[in-house]
């Protein structure tokens, strides 16, 4: 299973990948694809975000 580490870097890849997408296309080549894959992994970046505090705060109860 991945950690919130890994699924938190995976999800700034793809949004760095996203990014590019989007600024490396001419005009002519316009498409809302980019976009909501930006979107979706700043979502889920910020719900990695909220939940990793709580995920932390277990792992040291557990230790």
């Not at 890994?6 to 700034?12: F, N, W």
């Not at 080549?29 to 909220?50: V, Y």
Request: proline share 3%; with cysteine.
């Amino acid at each position: 299973m991945l950690t919130a580490l890994d699924r938190l870097t995976i999800y700034s890849v793809l949004c760095f990948i996203s990014f590019c997408a989007l600024v490396l296309r001419t005009p002519a080549e316009t498409s809302l694809m980019p976009l909501l894959g930006m979107s979706a992994t700043i979502a889920g970046i910020w719900l990695e975000m909220r939940r990793w505090h709580g995920s932390s705060e277990e792992q040291e109860n557990n230790s």
